[in-house]
T-cell receptor
């Protein structure tokens, strides 16, 4: 693989179910991010990780959890999905050792919670 | 609070020039990014400004005025493939990106 991959591409989920969105990068980037994108709103940061083993909360963390066991993987879990979590989810990564922190994005996961 | 403002939608003609403005109020400033996002796809990086002035990259240029909290993206010789949303994002003092809602650019023949 080259870049960032996300799985699944899309998913329809019943409210109350647990769901994990997967994200993997092969660029050895230290920092990774999860965003949600809703119509009329900018990308909103859910959680981030500056390096393997550490995570932090973004602007809209409630209802979501993440882990960063290694450099490459950064899964996002919805413990008990609610309809307001219907959105497009993007994973991104960057290397913070460069002159600027350009973020590279995965293709996104379109999630519908009914 | 933190705020990034950009027009919701703009229309331009193929071959013409268009300027997309972005104003920001953020807690700290470590640079401003422009991204392009085609419908149904992921954002892709276009430009980065951290110092005042104009950065030119082919048909695209980006300008920054830190004192005014203002940037613009200039697209020249517009092509139909430039129809997309253009996202302005500011890196704040915590090195997190704060995103505008994006400007949908419609190119007409």
């Amino acid at each position: 693989i080259a870049g960032i991959t996300q799985a699944p591409t899309s998913q329809i989920l019943a409210a109350g179910r647990r769901m994990t969105l997967r994200c993997t990068q092969d660029m050895r980037h230290n920092a990774m991010y999860w965003y949600r994108q809703d119509l009329g709103l900018g990308l909103r940061l859910i959680h981030y990780s500056n390096t393997a083993g550490t995570t932090g909360k973004g602007e809209v963390p409630d209802g979501y959890s993440v882990s960063r066991a290694n450099t490459d993987d950064f899964p996002l879990t919805l413990a008990s999905a609610v309809p307001s979590q219907t959105s497009v989810y993007f994973c991104a990564s960057t290397s913070t050792s460069g002159s600027y922190n350009e973020q590279f994005f995965g293709p996104g996961t379109r999630l519908t919670v009914l | 609070g933190q705020n990034i403002d950009q027009p919701t939608e703009m229309t331009a003609t193929e071959g013409a020039i268009v300027q997309i403005n972005c104003t920001y109020q953020t807690s700290g400033f470590n640079g401003l990014f422009w991204y392009q996002q085609h419908a149904g796809e992921a954002p892709t990086f276009l430009s980065y400004n951290v110092l005042d002035g104009l950065e030119e990259k082919g048909r695209f240029s980006s300008f920054l005025s830190r004192s005014k909290g203002y940037s613009y993206l200039l697209l020249k010789e517009l092509q139909m493939k430039d129809s997309a949303s253009y996202l302005c994002a500011v890196e704040d003092s915590n090195y997190q990106l704060i995103w505008g809602a994006g400007t949908k650019l419609i190119i007409k023949p």
